[in-house]
Every structure is written in structure tokens, then in C-alpha cells.
């Protein structure tokens, strides 16, 4: 065996075929690299190959679909943001902490994933177990992603590529399925009635009589129609008036969104010789949003060189750059004014989003352009599409990383590693808010003017030493330090009242509103060995040991130790196999590990805090957290068993199952309200303090097939399936008391993401009144408070403050993979990815504020097309005792006074999450070579491909990835993107 | 022998390299920047000052988890004194609003509504704990500790007496006391803990500031000059009559009363008129606004200020007067001035829809467009006439109300400004009150006539009824005199009294949806049940409720 180094060997770069995965690959592991077939846990690669295919900004979008275990969500929506990335399930009960672990070369990497780019990337290692992650100790409990940029190609020459992409990119997912304005008026006049009746007791005529007089004065604030406000409907509700020609803006999101566009050149070059390689490449990309006014822009360049002086030294220097400028809104997301989604999306169809004459057609200004609608009351002094021109919210962020090591070689199979990884970034960020309309209109325009600038040092020394005795013994030693410091510095500042028109900076903003800042730190120092043996490649087994300490916990409680140990069996290599035809490879391995996780606890998790503020000018002082000096980390133990090999020569196979366990969980335990709470915390009402608690589990099945169905010289196919079967369960929780979080509850038995919510029985068909089960204990409240029915001997509840909350259901999925496929015919490629969910339930918020009714402010909002079989008068034969008088399935009435009851938060809101997306398609042709020899050009390959063709699923315009733990949002939605690109390789 | 050196060698420089390479011994220990450990908060009196400026800053600062509006003392005094009350109205909005106009959450322990006030006190509760707790031993003179501990005990006693409006029944019907009280926290506890009695509680908050008078008078120090979001005595003594009235104790109530208020005269007509946004002299206790502080959309002055936010751009006003309240009250009255009211525009008619909308009641909004628009004008004269100097004009938005306010300002946008919790009036008007029930009609009639002729407020103003007709003056100049400051839904719990809100069809200006009665025996005793978010997690608790 020859020494390990730390850096990137070239001989990564083995082309292989299309997802074929064969033992001779050489993979990328903690703290080194290792043939596949030596390895004892589980690892999946993606390389080069598979990331090229897809049209991905951040090269961790590439993971989705490509290896069993792995979950990706919020797919790629907004220009510059990346997904997030879920391994093998939910080990931590805090938000934020279950994010894996990125490791790029060697280093682990804080940046923002969108600034690396894909093409520089020439795989990506995915560790899942402990026994692979363990050497990232500290914190591995949620995977490890291991990328590995690309080095100069083992060529004797040096080689050039250019590539090009252009895109389309527009929204993935549609809307909701909502209301026309003929539709939505009658609904509304409906809503009134049942109103009247049920607020003022008014008899059906006289509520429906109230409705056609009052609707649009107090309810709407908008007549669109060729009539007077009171002589719209008939006695029933039934629109007489037509709609005034010249609205034809009515959909606001025809106001905001657009086909965005995607441009993506890049040019790389590498060489490399015996004692030497390079790789350098810049890039530039620029992605419009399918929303006006967001886009992203980056510049990145590279440049990895390793060289090789003499046989005892090896060093090389890896420099990385990138500017970014990203245009976003910070408010797309939840309920806000200048959310453009909300916006959109709850906007009834009435409110135009210009003005109009009252025949209907436009006004126009001086220049005969259509004015936008800033007045009207019902748009609260707001038009978001007029905003979304005018305001701007722009980051510019700067990141220079540089990366040096040097390798000795000694005697002895020993050699010594220094390495050391400097990443500087700074973020420069800006807001503006219009002086006309908006957040900013009040003071004549505000600019917030914030930055952070970061700092990241690693370094690492390393000793390996390899040695072999009698051809078959192979001893592998590693042991090491690495010391870890994550710096910001942030300062932000308000000004507001602007003097002169299109200056966006502080000096033209004349009155300052606040200026502050702080610094943070966090740090990690790790110990770390590890001993591998193998006996005549036939048997391995491996150990390691991570002793971690981090700024995080308290003095006493800081330092956790972490190990693994693993095998695996080549039985190919046995002699009983060896003469087996059918069998190619074969090969079971198992492992067990424990790793940690601090990032459950903030950076001073341990500290009891007070806030430093002012009031009235002077310092104010307030109580912001309480002590924890006994928290310590969370443990997370793995145990990994499988096999793997390739039958008949056409079949890999990949079976393993796993057990994971996180341990001595790191949770925020609310404590009750009289204990006092911290105001300037928006996620949790209570005060909390952090506690090691409770256990939970991960396991399941992991099952990766593919098969080469056809394989012959010209035509090539290969198709591939892999699923997960996850189970999450919360084992453990202290004395086995629930923990309630909003709608969901950490309960012994039941998954962590479980909903624990009122339950919606049906509504009655009598009243059309929703029912929802009954809490005994509250019954006499209920009855106090008129929200108490007894049907059929029953009792119900009509308010779900008096109702009781059940198990609804998990937003976890049973079953979660991909399909693919690859078609080969001589230099044409057609290659197909699908992904799915099995499984699980979605809180589908914006449906149920699209079926909620209100017309407070004298406006009203978008309704669902359900609504037009809302409940409307009892059923003819119905009675009191009827047995069928509950309509488990129905909707209630519409009624602006008791709709928060009517459609209150229950699980009649729950809805599958199960989806099938079309991830890929893409097409590609390579020019036969000889055309292009006497070009002097190596190679020359046109492809296009589409990125989310299409998501089926259980309601059209539910997005399904947008959160791990079932809630919803109306935001981006994943991007469709259609490409065409252009490779050429001198 | 040979192998032995290798390994020698190979293990002498693994351990090496460990030694070599390992940081320095405090490499691992970080601290924030933008908050102090707790130790140092409380460690020095110097520094305990500052934690009780916190305390004051929860008054007026944004609770983040609540959203919009709810920046301690302001959504109080908007949600839980405003809506529910009878004489004030923002009818545009009403619709939205009446579950909490008409008191239908009382029950709704899962709602936000039903437990900002739980979560917001007990949050000053938890703070002056914490000081309460650390001040012997913190490094100062004995006369600042003193002062420090007495503040402390007075921002506890003034949480739990403004929990007992909410969270527990009247005193009347408590039966002496023994029904359920408050859960009475008064160290850094966290964990489970049962409720005391009523009794117990009073007992308690008398007891603080008992000690806090004694102390304040020990330390022989005051607040800064100007610093009327701190306590000191004064506000000891209000908070104290507050609490006993509250507990029908009439005369401690008056005896408080009369302390409370020295050295805090009635402010005139000039200072009435000055647009309640920044102190006058007989502000006992307030919260602090400054454009360097600014609060944004989440301050009281933004919806509630004539000149606010809304008021300027939108269509909602910023509250009205019961129109039947305001019409009781004589037209030469300086208070009755800083609303737009039928008097002040002869010659319309307002209840027919000819110059006024009758949905919400919006001046000008009429079927008779001449008519109406001459109507707008003079409202608009009137209250550009009224306009306070210096400051942004009232209703820019051009919607004015019937029973519209010109009381609150703002001197700042959007809403910027002081926020009155504490004023001699009140004191005043305690004194009245318990002198009326002590049959102390006379002095009681006194008390109206200090606070109306004296003033300068109504010069004249003369006082001789008695019995019934005296309470309902009593009540009505009370009403009138505080309206928008967060009294009017206590007063009515306490008064034992109907909330009556009529509609523009029968002579009132609620809006439709909030026209009803609610009795005063209904609507859970005018009491709110104990949040989910404390009974969840305070395992003492069976369940929630009285």
C-alpha cells in the first residue's frame, strides 16, 4: 500500500459507467481516501458525472435522488438559496440542528453552498453511519457530506473546457385552484348572509336581503360590475351584473412573476505531470427569478495545485474566490404585507392592480401608462407589485478562501500532515424601503445598511503511517489534532428620509434611526486516531476514536468522546466464491459508531444572559436566558449493517439497514409562562432552558438497485430504484411526560414531527356548523360559551378551545427514493430522474386560509374552489335525529362572522405528502470525434435538459418539499428549469 | 531489538504530535457581546439600574412572538381595556375584532389573546424577581439597594394587580378572597406551582409595597428627574390604591389616592390639549418614546394616534368615543373638545345616512354628497383647528369618525411617542370612588370638582348630586377622563356593570357586529382562563379555569 495522503489523489477521477459502481473506486473518506472495497460503513458517491447532469446553483441540489437515505427539501425556488439536506432522518428535537455536516477538502465548510461552483466539484462523499462519520466527531450526528473539488487530470497535456448554459426558469408548482370574480362574489354575498343569520339572528330572506344591500360597502369595498353596489345578486345570491370590461387585472401574480432566465459560462483548465498538478477555472452565473426583482449573480474562480519537489515532500495550495450579489425579499414568507406570495395568492379577485375609470378601462397618466393602485383602502395603503419596483434589498457577499498543506514523508511508512484552511467572507447588505408606499412611506424612505464579515480558520496536524508485513497483513494508523474558530462581526444601522431620488446609500438618508453590532465565536478543538487492518484484502476492520471539546457547553461539561468500529468481508475473494461465475462482487459489511451534536445549543448555550439595550437613552438590561452548565453533547450511536455486490454482471445491489440513536437530546424545555418570558424571542412563547433529554430513534431500510438492461455496443440502458423505509421514534423523554410544541407533541412511541391537533369530526348538516370532538373536562366552558352541540346522544364542540387534541398523523413519509434512467445509443444519452415520497401528512396552511372567510377592514381575500361546496341549507329529509347528520367529509358554511371556528387549526387540514416529482430529464449528444480532430478540438457535446418537469400531488398547489416537519408557507415554490448547454474540451 | 526502536519511535512522535499541537488551555472559552452573564447584570447596583430600565423597556418593546401591536403595556391597554369596553370604538376593524370586542375568548386558552397578559407580566414578574433576588448581594451603598429593591418590588406589585383584573374574579364574588388567585412566583423558581387564593394574592402585593414605601423612604432617593418609565414612590402608592379599590377597600384606596398623587398636580388645558405623547406634570408613571427608539409599526400611537400611522394613510381612524357617553358630558367641557361630536356640527342630520355612513360612521361618507362634503370640511377645519403645534396634523388620510378622537398623538412616525400608565387624574377619581362608597358623599362630590372645575377642565363645573346620580357621574367623568389610557373594561368588571353598545339604528355608533350586551354576569365571570402555555408545562395545575 502506498501512503495515504490527506489532499485529493488524481485518480479520483475514474470514469465510470453510467451509475455503476464498481470496488476498485477509490472514494473520498474522513481525513483521507480509501478503495471502496475496504470500506466498512456506508458511503455513497456521487461523482462528476452524475452532478453534470443536472442543473443545479448549489451542488448539494445534485443529492436529491441520487442515494438512498437522503432527503432534499426546498428545492431550488429562489435564485441563490440552497436546499437543505436531511441524512437518514431527524436525530435532534431543535430546529437548525439537523442539518449534516459539509466537509470541502478536507475542511469543514460554513459558507454559503451556492457559492461553490458545481462545475469545480468532482464528488461528493455522503457518510451516513457513525462508524464512516465518526472521525467529525463533533459534529457528524446528522451525516457528513464530504465534497471534493476537482485537480489537475492525470493527462499529459494540458486541456481546456468551456461550457455553456442557457435557461428558462419559471414557477414548478401551481397555484391553488381559486375562485373567478363572478364565483367569488357569490360566495361572498353567501358568507354575508350566514352572517347576518348567525351573528343578528336575521331570517334567511332578511340576511340575504342585508347581504345585497350591505356586501360591498362592508364587506368588499370594490364594485367591479355594471350595476349599483346594492343591485348586484338576485333573492338568491345568483350574480345579475356582468363585470366591466378593461379588468383584465385581476391576477396579481401576473403582475409579479415572469419567465425568468438562467445563464451559466464556464471555462476550466488543468494539467498535470509527474511531480506536479493544477486545476484552475472561473465561472459566472446569473439567474432572474420567475419573481420580478430577485436574481442572483456569482463570479468564482479556483485554482488547486499540489506539487511533488522530492520523494519526501509533498504541498500544494488550493485558493478559492467568488462574488455574489443576490436581489431578494426577505419578506417572502408568512403573512406579511410585502410577502409578493401571500400577496398574490390571498388577493380576491375583485382588486385590480391598477387604477380604472368607473366604465372600467384604464386610467392612464400623462404619458399613457397604466397608474398603479395606491389608494384604494382595501390594499391597506399597499400594492406589491408597485413595492416590489420600487424597494430593494440587495447582498453582496465577497469569500476568499485559501487552503495549504504539506506532506513529509519518513521513514518507516510514516508521514507527517500539516494543513491549514483561512476562509474570509464578508456580507454587505442593503434595504430599501420606497418613501411612497410601503414600510418606508411614513418616513419619507429608510435604508438599513448591514454587514457581517466571517472568519474561519481550521487547522490540522496529522500522522499516518501505513505498513505491510508478509504480503498480507495491512496496518493503517492515523492520529492527529485540529482545532477549529468560527468569528462574526456584524454591525447594522437604520437611516431613514431620503433627500435625493435613486441614492441608495447612508449619507442621503438624513436621520438615523439605530446603529449597533456585536461579535460571536465559536470553537471546537478535537483529538483524533484511527487503526485500520486488513488481512489479505479479505477481511478489514477499522477503529477510531474523536475526543471533542467545544465553546459551547460549560468548562466542566466541554469535552465528549466519540468512537467506531466496523468490518466488512470480501467474499469475492474467498476461495468458495472465487469460481462462482454469476457472482461478481460480493461483500457485507457492518459498523457501529457514536458521534455528537452540539449545534442544538447556541454559542453560549450554557451561559445564563442578559440582553444589553437602552431605554429612555440609557442601558437597559434584560433577562434573556437561564444557565445550563450541565448540558453536554448529544450523542448519536449507529449501528449499520449490508450487503453489497453485482450479480450476472447486470445487477448491483445495495441492501442495508440501520439503527440510529441520538442520546442525551439537547432541547429547549419550555418552562410555564409564570417562570417570566424573554420578548425578543419570536419562535417560542415560553421561557426555555437547555437540557440533555430523552432519546430517539432512526432506523430502517436502505435498498439500492440497478441493472444494465441492455449493454451492448450501440445501445446502453441502465435502470436504477433505490428506497428508504424510515421509522423515527421518540424512545425516551424525561419521567415519560409529553412535550407539547404547537401543533405537534414529543410523546414516548410516536414520531418527532407527529401532529397532535384538534380533531375535525364533520359538520353538522343541520346548521352546517364544523364539530370537533369534545373535551370532557371542558364541556361546562363549552356550554357557558354557546360552542356545545349534542347530536344523536353525543356531545360535540363548535370552538376548538373546548375540544380535545388527538393523534393525527405523522409528516414523516414511510417510503422515500428515486427512479432513473439511462439510455445510451452510440453518442446520444437520455437520462431521467424521478423522486417520490411515500406517506406522511402536510399542514396545509395556505388551503385553509384560502376556505377561511373575512371581511374585516371592509376587504375580503381568495377562496379555494372548494368552497363552492360549502355547506348551504340542511339537506331535504334532514332532522334532528338523523343518523346521517354528521357529514364527516362536508365543508361548513361560509360565514364571515364564525369562520375562525368554522375552519379552525384541526387535522382537517392535513393532507398526503406523498409526491412523485419529475427531477430530470436531460439529452445530450457528443460529436463524433473524428469530425472535430481536424478542428485541433478534443471533444464537443450539446445537451438540454428540464429540471422539475412536473410534481404530482394529493391538492394541486401544495408544495410537499417545503418543510421536513409538514408545515407550509406561502413562498417559493421549486423552480422548473429548461436548459440548453454546450460543452467543448480543447 | 530493531523493531522495538521503530515502535519506540513510532509511538514517541504520534504523542508528540499531539502535544505539540494542542491549543491554548482557555482556546475553548467564548463570550457574547451583545448580552452580559447574569452575575454582572445584578452584580453591582450600577448595573442592577439597568437591569430595572429593562423591566421599563418591556413595557414598551416588541414582544416578537406575538407579532403586530403587541409591545407590552399598548396591546393591553388596545385589546384588553379598548375592545372589550363599551365607549370605544374602531369600527372599521370591528367586524375582525368582535370575538374580542364582545369578550368570546375568555375561554380560549389556546389563543394569544388569552395569554399576552399572563405571558407579559409574569415576564416583569420573572425580572424583578431576579433583581429582588441578587441585590443584598450586589456591590453598592445600602441607600441605592435600598431604592433598587423597592423599584423592584413595585414593577411586581403593579404586574400582579393588573393580572388580578385579568386572570381572576372580582372580589365580590370571591367569596372573601378564597377563590382562585394568582400563582405567586417571587424568586427564580421555574418549575410547577400552584395557584394562591385571591386573598393571598392581595395579601402579597400589599405586603410589596408596604416594604417598597419603606425602603424608598429608607434609601431617601428618587428616580431622575423626567424618567417616568421608573418607579418610585409615588407610583408605590397609586399602584397600591389601584389594588385596593380593586379589592373594595375603600378606605386605603383613598388614603393611597391622596399620597400618590403629591408633587403631581393636574396638568391644564394647555398640557391636556399637548396630545398625551409626551409627560406632563401630573404623569405619575409612563412609558418612554424616541425616534432613536423607534418602535415602528408596533407602537399604541400607530393605529391609536389621531395623527398616526393609519390615521394619516388609511381609512380606519384611530378609535371613537360611545357617542352616548360623549353627549352626556357638556359641551363646554375641554375634554369633550378632543372629539369630533354631533354638537360641534349643527344643522346636520346624523341618523339618517344623509351626511354619514351608518355602517361605520364616518363623517362626510353620506348619500346627500353636498351635504356630506360640507360636513367634511367642517370636520376638517375643526380639526385642523385643533391641530397640536409642532406636530403632524390629525386624520391626513382625510377619515374622520363620528365620536373621533383628537386626544392621542404621535411626535414621531409612525407611532412614536409616550404612553401614559399612571396620572393624577386617576387618583382622583379613586378618591372619588372611594369616597362614595365609603358615604362619604360629600367628599366624593369634592373630589368630581377637583378634577373638573379646578382643573380648568370645566370651570363650571359644580357637583351636588348624590346617591345613584352621583355614581353615574362618577363613573361617566371617570369614563371620560382616562378614555383610550386601558381603564374602561376593569372599571365595568368592577362596577359589576353590563357593557351596552347600541348601533347607528338606535341612537349609538358601534359598529353592527358589535352591537350587543354583554352582561356582566356572563362572558366567564369577565374573567380570563389561565393560558395553555402555563398550564402545560406547571405540572401544580390540573386544570386550567377557576
Redesign the interface.
Given at each position: 500500500m502506498q501512503s495515504q495522503e490527506v489532499s485529493i489523489k488524481p485518480t479520483i477521477n475514474i470514469v465510470l459507467k453510467p451509475d455503476t459502481e464498481t470496488l476498485d473506486e477509490v472514494v473520498v473518506i474522513a481525513y483521507g481516501t480509501a478503495k471502496k472495497e475496504s470500506l466498512t460503513g456506508s458511503i455513497s458517491v456521487v461523482d462528476n458525472k452524475k452532478i453534470e447532469k443536472r442543473i443545479t446553483t448549489s451542488v448539494t441540489g445534485a443529492l436529491e435522488g441520487a442515494a438512498p437515505g437522503v432527503q432534499v427539501n426546498n428545492t431550488y425556488g429562489e435564485p441563490g438559496k440552497a436546499p437543505s439536506i436531511r441524512i437518514r432522518g431527524f436525530g435532534t428535537l431543535v430546529s437548525g440542528a439537523s442539518e449534516p455536516l459539509y466537509v470541502v477538502d478536507g475542511v469543514p465548510f460554513d459558507g454559503n453552498m451556492a457559492e461553490l461552483n458545481s462545475n469545480d466539484i468532482a464528488s461528493m462523499s455522503i457518510l451516513k453511519d457513525a462508524a464512516s462519520a465518526a472521525l467529525y466527531g463533533n459534529r457528524a450526528a446528522n451525516g457528513v457530506v464530504l465534497i471534493t473539488t476537482k485537480s489537475g487530470h492525470a493527462t499529459n497535456k494540458p486541456s481546456i473546457t468551456l461550457q455553456m448554459n442557457q435557461g428558462i426558469y419559471n414557477r414548478g408548482i401551481p397555484e391553488y385552484d381559486r375562485l373567478d370574480a363572478d364565483r367569488w362574489m357569490e360566495a361572498s354575498w353567501m358568507a354575508k348572509k350566514y352572517a347576518m343569520m348567525s351573528?343578528?339572528g336575521m331570517s334567511a330572506t332578511e340576511a340575504g336581503q342585508y347581504a345585497t344591500e350591505?356586501l360591498i360597502?362592508?364587506s368588499i369595498g370594490r364594485n367591479i360590475y355594471n350595476a349599483a353596489d346594492n343591485q348586484l345578486f338576485d333573492a338568491n345570491g345568483k350574480l345579475t351584473a356582468s363585470r366591466l370590461s378593461g379588468y383584465d387585472d385581476l391576477d396579481w401574480a401576473d403582475a409579479i412573476e415572469r419567465n425568468g432566465h438562467r445563464q451559466d459560462y464556464n471555462l476550466s483548465a488543468s494539467t498535470s505531470g509527474e511531480k506536479y498538478s493544477i486545476y484552475s477555472s472561473i465561472g459566472y452565473l446569473k439567474e432572474k427569478g420567475y419573481v420580478k426583482a430577485t436574481d442572483y449573480e456569482r463570479y468564482s474562480g479556483r485554482i488547486n495545485s499540489t506539487f511533488t519537489p522530492n520523494k519526501w515532500f509533498k504541498g500544494g495550495v488550493n485558493l478559492t474566490g467568488s462574488w455574489t450579489k443576490r436581489n431578494y425579499n426577505d419578506n417572502a414568507t408568512g403573512s406579511y404585507y410585502s410577502n409578493p406570495f401571500y400577496i398574490t395568492r390571498y388577493m380576491a379577485p375583485v382588486y385590480p392592480v391598477y387604477m380604472h375609470n368607473a366604465d372600467g378601462s384604464y386610467q392612464l397618466d400623462e404619458n399613457g401608462e397604466k397608474i398603479y393602485d395606491t389608494t384604494s383602502?382595501y390594499l391597506?395603503?399597499r400594492n406589491i407589485a408597485y413595492e416590489m419596483l420600487f424597494n430593494k434589498e440587495e447582498s453582496i457577499r465577497n469569500v476568499l478562501g485559501g487552503q495549504a498543506f504539506a506532506t513529509i514523508t519518513l521513514p518507516?511508512g510514516?508521514s507527517?500532515t500539516v494543513k491549514g484552511d483561512l476562509n474570509n467572507s464578508t456580507s454587505n447588505n442593503k434595504k430599501y424601503d420606497n418613501p411612497k408606499i410601503g414600510?418606508g412611506?411614513?418616513?419619507g424612505g429608510r435604508l438599513t445598511s448591514y454587514a457581517y464579515q466571517y472568519r474561519t480558520v481550521t487547522?490540522q496536524?496529522i500522522?499516518n503511517?501505513n505498513y505491510q508485513f508478509k504480503e498480507i497483513h495491512n496496518i493503517e494508523a492515523m492520529?492527529?489534532?485540529e482545532?477549529y474558530s468560527w468569528e462574526r462581526k456584524y454591525t447594522s444601522g437604520m437611516n431613514t428620509g431620503m433627500a435625493v431620488d435613486g441614492n441608495l446609500t447612508m449619507g442621503n438618508f438624513l436621520?438615523?434611526?439605530?446603529f449597533n453590532g456585536?461579535?460571536?465565536?465559536?470553537?471546537?478543538?478535537s483529538?483524533l486516531a484511527r487503526v485500520k487492518y486488513n488481512y489479505d484484502n479479505r477481511y478489514f476492520i477499522e477503529g477510531s476514536f474523536r475526543r471533542d471539546?467545544?465553546?459551547r457547553f460549560h468548562?466542566d461539561n466541554?469535552w465528549g468522546n466519540f468512537y467506531s468500529v466496523g468490518a466488512s468481508w470480501n467474499m469475492k475473494n474467498e476461495a468458495f466464491l472465487e469460481d462462482v461465475e454469476w457472482v461478481d462482487h460480493l461483500k457485507m459489511r457492518a459498523s457501529y459508531g457514536e458521534v455528537g451534536n452540539n449545534m442544538g445549543v447556541s454559542?453560549?448555550g450554557h451561559?445564563?444572559?442578559?440582553?444589553?439595550?437602552?431605554?429612555?437613552?440609557?442601558?437597559?438590561?434584560?433577562?434573556?436566558s437561564?444557565?445550563a452548565p450541565d448540558i453536554k453533547w448529544e450523542t448519536t450511536q449507529t449501528v449499520d449493517v449490508a450487503v453489497e455486490g453485482r450479480l450476472f454482471n447486470k445487477l448491483n445491489f445495495q441492501i442495508g439497514y440501520f439503527d440510529k440513536r441520538s442520546k442525551d437530546l439537547l432541547f429547549e424545555v419550555?418552562?410555564?409562562?409564570?417562570?417570566?418570558?424573554?420578548?425578543?424571542?419570536?419562535?417560542?412563547?415560553?421561557?426555555t432552558?437547555y437540557k440533555n433529554i430523552g432519546t430517539v430513534s432512526n432506523r430502517g431500510w436502505e435498498i439500492s438497485l440497478n441493472a444494465d438492461a441492455i449493454d451492448s455496443k450501440d445501445w446502453k440502458w441502465n435502470i436504477g430504484v433505490d428506497a428508504t423505509f424510515l421509522k423515527n421514534e421518540i424512545v425516551k423523554l424525561p419521567d415519560g411526560k409529553d412535550i407539547?410544541h404547537g401543533m405537534q407533541n414529543y410523546s414516548e412511541g410516536h414520531s418527532i414531527y407527529e401532529f397532535y391537533t384538534y380533531h375535525f369530526e364533520g359538520v353538522d348538516q343541520l346548521t352546517g356548523t364544523s364539530l370537533y370532538t369534545l373535551d370532557p373536562?371542558?364541556k361546562v366552558?363549552a356550554e357557558?360559551?354557546g360552542a356545545l352541540v349534542n347530536i344523536n346522544g353525543q356531545d360535540y364542540a363548535t370552538?376548538?378551545?373546548?375540544a380535545q387534541r388527538k393523534w393525527a398523523g405523522s409528516a414523516l413519509p414511510t417510503v422515500y427514493g428515486s427512479i432513473s434512467s439511462a439510455l445510451s445509443w452510440k453518442n446520444w444519452n437520455l437520462n431521467m430522474l424521478f423522486t417520490y415520497s411515500l406517506g406522511g401528512k402536510t399542514y396545509d396552511g395556505s388551503y385553509s386560509s384560502l376556505m377561511g372567510v373575512?371581511?374585516?377592514?371592509?376587504a375580503g381575500s381568495a377562496y379555494h374552489k372548494d368552497i363552492l361546496n360549502s355547506w348551504n341549507g340542511a339537506p331535504a329529509g334532514m332532522t334532528e335525529t338523523s343518523p346521517n347528520r354528521i357529514d364527516p367529509n362536508g365543508i361548513p358554511r361560509i360565514d364571515?362572522?364564525k369562520s375562525?371556528d368554522l375552519n379552525a387549526t384541526s387535522d382537517r387540514w392535513l393532507v398526503s405528502s406523498s409526491y412523485l416529482v419529475f427531477k430530470n430529464l436531460s439529452l445530450s449528444y457528443e460529436l463524433p470525434k473524428k469530425w472535430m480532430k481536424n478542428l485541433g478540438i478534443e471533444g464537443l457535446m450539446l445537451n438540454a435538459g428540464v429540471e422539475n418537469l412536473f410534481t404530482l400531488t394529493a391538492r394541486k398547489g401544495l408544495n410537499p418539499q417545503y418543510s421536513f416537519n409538514g408545515g407550509s408557507d406561502d413562498t417559493y415554490v421549486t423552480a422548473r428549469v429548461y436548459n440548453f448547454g454546450l460543452t467543448v474540451k480543447f | 531489538m530493531k523493531k522495538y526502536i521503530q515502535k519506540l519511535f513510532v509511538g514517541s512522535l504520534m504523542a508528540g504530535t499531539l502535544l505539540v499541537s494542542s491549543c491554548a488551555s482557555d482556546y475553548l472559552d467564548t463570550a457574547p457581546t451583545d448580552s452580559t452573564g447574569s452575575a454582572d447584570a445584578i452584580g453591582t447596583t450600577d448595573n442592577a439600574i439597568k437591569a430595572l430600565n429593562g423591566i421599563a423597556k418591556l413595557m414598551s418593546t416588541q414582544h416578537y412572538y406575538f407579532g403586530q401591536g403587541f409591545a407590552g403595556e399598548n396591546n393591553i391597554i388596545a385589546h384588553y381595556e379598548n375592545y372589550p369596553s363599551e365607549n370605544y370604538l374602531y369600527n372599521l376593524y370591528a367586524s375582525g375584532w368582535s370575538p374580542i370586542h364582545n369578550q368570546e375568548f375568555h375561554t380560549r386558552t389556546n389563543s394569544i389573546y388569552d395569554a399576552y397578559a399572563w405571558y407579559y407580566y409574569y415576564s416583569i414578574v420573572g425580572n424583578a424577581n431576579t433583581i429582588l433576588a441578587n441585590i443584598d448581594n450586589a456591590e453598592g451603598t445600602e441607600s441605592e439597594k435600598q431604592f433598587i429593591k423597592a423599584s423592584a418590588l413595585t414593577f411586581r406589585a403593579y404586574a400582579f394587580e393588573k393580572l388580578v383584573h385579568y386572570y381572576c374574579w372580582r372580589w365580590q364574588d370571591s367569596n372573601n378572597g378564597a377563590s382562585q388567585g394568582l400563582i405567586l412566583r417571587l424568586d427564580e423558581s421555574t418549575n410547577g406551582m400552584p395557584y394562591s387564593t385571591l386573598a393571598e394574592t392581595y395579601t402579597q402585593i400589599y405586603k410589596d409595597l408596604d416594604e417598597a414605601i419603606s425602603l424608598y423612604g429608607e434609601s431617601g432617593m428618587n428616580r431622575k428627574e423626567g424618567d417616568v418609565w421608573m418607579p418610585n414612590v409615588n407610583v408605590a402608592h397609586a399602584i397600591y390604591a389601584r389594588a385596593a379599590l380593586t379589592k373594595q377597600d375603600y378606605a386605603k384606596a383613598l388614603s393611597e389616592a391622596k399620597l400618590a398623587r403629591e408633587g403631581y398636580p393636574l396638568m391644564n388645558n394647555t398640557e391636556y390639549y399637548a396630545g398625551f405623547c409626551n409627560p406632563t406634570g401630573e404623569w405619575i408613571m409612563g412609558s418612554f418614546g424616541g425616534s432613536q427608539e423607534n418602535n415602528w409599526y408596533w407602537s399604541y400611537g400607530v393605529q391609536f394616534a389621531c395623527n398616526g400611522y393609519y390615521a394619516s394613510t388609511q381609512q380606519t381612524g384611530a378609535g371613537a368615543i360611545g357617542r352616548e357617553l360623549i353627549n352626556r358630558i357638556p359641551n363646554n367641557d375641554a375634554r369633550k373638545a378632543l372629539f369630533l361630536t354631533e354638537d360641534k356640527f349643527p344643522g346636520y342630520n346624523f341618523n339618517d345616512g344623509s351626511v354619514m355612513d351608518l355602517t361605520y360612521g364616518i363623517l362626510g361618507m353620506g348619500e346627500k354628497e353636498k351635504e356630506a362634503d360640507a360636513l367634511w370640511d367642517e370636520a376638517a377645519a375643526y380639526c385642523k383647528k385643533m391641530a397640536v403645534s409642532g406636530l403632524t396634523a390629525p386624520y391626513e388620510a382625510g377619515y374622520m369618525y363620528l365620536g373621533g378622537q383628537l386626544k392621542f398623538y404621535v411626535f414621531d412616525t409612525p407611532g412614536v411617542g409616550y404612553l401614559p400608565f399612571i396620572r393624577s387624574s386617576e387618583m382622583v377619581l379613586i378618591e372619588a370612588e372611594a369616597n362614595y362608597f365609603l358615604n362619604n358623599e360629600a367628599a366624593a362630590q369634592a373630589a368630581l370638582v377637583e378634577l373638573n372645575a379646578t382643573s380648568g377642565r370645566n370651570a363650571e363645573y359644580t357637583c351636588t348630586k348624590t346617591g345613584d346620580a352621583l355614581w353615574n357621574e362618577i363613573m361617566d367623568y371617570r369614563e371620560l377622563e382616562l378614555w383610550g389610557e386601558g381603564f374602561a373594561w376593569s372599571d365595568y368588571k368592577r362596577w359589576n356593570r353590563d357593557v351596552i353598545r347600541n348601533g347607528f339604528d338606535k341612537g349609538g355608533n358601534a359598529h353592527i357586529s358589535i352591537a350587543t350586551t354583554i352582561p356582566a354576569s356572563g362572558a366567564n365571570k369577565w374573567t380570563w382562563d389561565v393560558p395553555l402555555n402555563e398550564t402545560d408545562y406547571n405540572d401544580e395545575l390540573k386544570v386550567s379555569g377557576n
Open positions: 351573528n343578528k350591505h360597502t362592508e383602502p391597506g395603503n518507516l510514516l507527517v414600510d412611506a411614513t418616513n487547522l496536524q500522522l503511517w492520529i492527529a489534532h482545532s436621520t438615523n434611526s439605530y456585536s461579535d460571536d465565536e465559536d470553537k471546537t478543538e483529538y471539546g467545544s465553546s468548562k466541554r454559542y453560549y451561559m445564563a444572559l442578559y440582553t444589553i439595550d437602552k431605554n429612555g437613552g440609557n442601558p437597559a438590561l434584560l433577562k434573556k437561564l444557565a419550555r418552562l410555564p409562562l409564570s417562570a417570566g418570558s424573554y420578548p425578543w424571542q419570536d419562535k417560542v412563547m415560553n421561557l432552558q407539547l373536562e371542558q366552558k357557558e360559551a370552538a376548538t378551545s373546548y373575512s371581511e374585516s377592514g371592509a364571515y362572522y375562525s | -
